[in-house]
């Protein structure tokens, strides 16, 4: 008597590839970060879909319409830790919605904050936090190379939803910076000469707000510093003159303008810009008031979406905590993450007295 076969019943997971990819985008795009990168591991298909430049901005236009994060990273000798954390709810101690830690890390702090959902590293990749990627950026060309060094900023264009790199020669002045657009499978290209005034970089983060790429220059023949300004979609440039005695200044985006702050213990000078053709700056002095921790040891760390400024210490072995301060209605409130940080010390491996970096990134989506 013959035995009959059984008849195996397809495993469920393996029809998974035959979903349209359009539709697999479609429903792989509505997901949480988290269950993004869970479902990469389904199949070869789907992690090649979500590694794609029309996934990764189709998710971030949707992530928009989501509150923004708090992006938080602690480096201790080892490794390097990132965090997210809620900013609407206003708890006096609160827990992040998710976390991971770095592998492979081959560099230590970002050149940008985070752009749109991303952030440049220095070692020429792009950083995508949420979801986990990296992409590596093809190196400028000979006549920028690293002898004669460079300075590199991320902006992104929200008419047309593209990030661009922009890369200048520091060491030398020059009137003809370096463009790549990410996502087009561009390479770089030089903009053309006469666009561009003839000068260098003179250091720190870029700041993208609404479109405009700022960072700080000087020209040709004069060694005062300036703003200089880059529209990221048309690609010219703008020369901003900064108000006086504020070469020391912090740049950063505030209310949808860029702005200039400077934070001494309890006191904060701010600049706002209000006419960038006129170079008209309007300049805020104010105290932040707090009871509760010691300001001595906190750094100005950006703004909210709201308009709140962000304090945090820079490296701690004690407690860790955030102190967001409203000048308008002059309050503050301190967020402890102590409560997280011992269950996050003890899961990690280190000790309760270990050393961490911080770095804050404000709303990031």
Not at 5 to 33: A, G, H, M, Y
Not at 169 to 192: D, F
Not at 258 to 287: C, M, P, Q, R, T
Request: glycine share 4%; aromatic share 12%; with cysteine.
């Amino acid at each position: 008597m013959k035995k009959r076969r059984r008849r195996e019943r397809p495993k469920p997971w393996s029809q998974v590839d035959n979903i349209p990819p359009d539709v697999t985008l479609e429903i792989l795009s509505r997901l949480p970060p988290k269950s993004i990168m869970r479902h990469r591991c389904v199949s070869k298909l789907w992690s090649y879909l979500t590694s794609l430049p029309s996934f990764i901005n189709s998710f971030t236009s949707r992530s928009t319409s989501r509150p923004p994060t708090l992006m938080v990273t602690l480096s201790s000798e080892s490794a390097k830790y990132v965090l997210f954390f809620p900013t609407t709810p206003k708890p006096s101690s609160y827990s992040p919605l998710y976390s991971y830690e770095i592998t492979n890390l081959d560099w230590k702090d970002s050149r940008s904050e985070s752009i749109h959902g991303l952030i440049l590293t220095p070692v020429f990749k792009i950083w995508n936090p949420t979801l986990r990627q990296f992409l590596a950026l093809p190196h400028p060309p000979a006549q920028h190379s690293s002898s004669r060094g460079w300075s590199s900023y991320l902006g992104y264009d929200p008419l047309e939803c593209r990030h661009k790199v922009l890369c200048v020669v520091s060491k030398i002045y020059s009137g003809q910076p370096l463009i790549l657009t990410l996502g087009a499978q561009e390479s770089w290209r030089i903009i053309s000469e006469g666009r561009c005034p003839i000068h260098r970089p003179t250091g720190g983060y870029g700041r993208c707000v609404n479109g405009i790429l700022y960072y700080r220059a000087c020209l040709l023949g004069d060694d005062q510093e300036i703003i200089m300004s880059f529209d990221v979609k048309s690609e010219n440039f703008n020369i901003i003159k900064l108000p006086e005695g504020s070469s020391q200044l912090y740049m950063i985006p505030y209310e949808g303008r860029v702005a200039l702050v400077a934070h001494d213990y309890h006191v904060v000078k701010l600049y706002i810009l209000k006419d960038a053709h006129g170079h008209e700056w309007k300049s805020f002095i104010f105290n932040v008031p707090s009871e509760r921790v010691r300001m001595e040891s906190m750094r100005f760390r950006g703004t909210t979406d709201a308009g709140e400024f962000i304090f945090a210490a820079y490296r701690s072995s004690e407690d860790l905590y955030i102190i967001y301060f409203d000048r308008r209605r002059n309050s503050t409130r301190v967020v402890f993450l102590q409560r997280y940080m011992d269950d996050f010390r003890r899961c990690c491996g280190l000790a309760s007295n270990s050393m961490l970096t911080m770095q804050v990134f404000p709303n990031h989506i």
